[in-house]
């Protein structure tokens, strides 16, 4: 009966001929050496994992880059909803007139806007939308008469914005709202990475060693869509996490400790 061959020892294989003939047969041999032994390295699935996550912090690195402030979709309300927090000590409640924070209008009008966001909302408050923004000699102020704006985003659970209360505080609040944003940004970006470390791990325990264990990796590590979501100030990226632990829970630690796996799972459902 023949041996099984593992993706991982087919990768070192592979490794190995490359470095020996080929592309990489004009190369000095402790050259060769070395790159064969990243191939077969990179042929464990737990090193996949990790090189799929780091991958998944360097790109967030330059979306974080490039992205303008609240050009994420809902960042200014995800935000009022922290902000509402911090100034009144408790969870704001949908339709019960929660609006968002005086104290974050200047800051909004600041920066410009997605044309929708601003007809939507924060045109009442003076923001104006890109191609105003760059045209105008003068920045935008809050108009004297600006009033109230509905702060739809209480409809959320409080755990997130409890989380990153401590952050909104540490980083200036309302008076310093760039520094908040990027922090928070960066504080979902590391739940996103768990997130896809943790579900790249449950790929590998329910499913068999070759080469579609790997597509489905690169799948959900390059999903360009998940990165953007994670890269905003919202509670999506917290939600994605949970999500994660829970069908974790539901797929590896049930089956070996039933009752703990049903008790985990409950709690992490419940939050």
């Known amino acids: 009966m023949r041996p099984r061959i593992t993706a991982s020892r087919r990768c070192m294989q592979v490794g190995s001929g490359l470095t020996s003939r080929g592309a990489c047969g004009d190369l000095p041999p402790s050259m060769r050496d070395v790159i064969g032994q990243v191939l077969g390295w990179f042929g464990h699935w737990r090193w996949f994992c990790a090189l799929m996550t780091v991958i998944f912090l360097m790109r967030a690195v330059f979306v974080l880059s490039v992205l303008p402030p609240f050009e994420g979709w809902d960042e200014h309300q995800h935000l009022a909803y922290i902000a509402y927090l911090d100034e009144n000590g408790r969870s704001p409640v949908l339709n019960d007139r929660n609006d968002v924070p005086r104290s974050l209008y200047a800051e909004l009008v600041r920066y410009p806007h997605c044309k929708m966001c601003v007809v939507d909302q924060l045109g009442k408050i003076g923001a104006v939308t890109y191609d105003e923004f760059w045209l105008r000699e003068t920045p935008p102020v809050v108009p004297a008469e600006a009033g109230p704006l509905r702060l739809y985003q209480a409809q959320q659970t409080p755990l997130y914005y409890r989380l990153a209360l ?56 390059l999903q360009p869509l998940s990165l953007l979501n994670c890269t905003r100030v919202a509670n999506d990226a917290l939600a994605v996490l949970l999500g994660t632990v829970l069908i974790a829970v539901m797929l590896v630690l049930i089956r070996r400790r039933y009752w703990l796996g049903v008790v985990l799972g409950g709690v992490v459902l419940g939050l």
């Open 166 to 221: 401590p952050m909104f505080t540490l980083f200036g609040g309302a008076e310093n709202v760039l520094a908040v944003v990027t922090a928070l940004r960066v504080l979902n970006v590391l739940f996103g990475a768990a997130a896809l470390f943790l579900a790249l791990a449950v790929v590998g325990h329910i499913t068999r060693d070759g080469p579609w264990r790997y597509a489905l990796g690169l799948l959900v590590g």
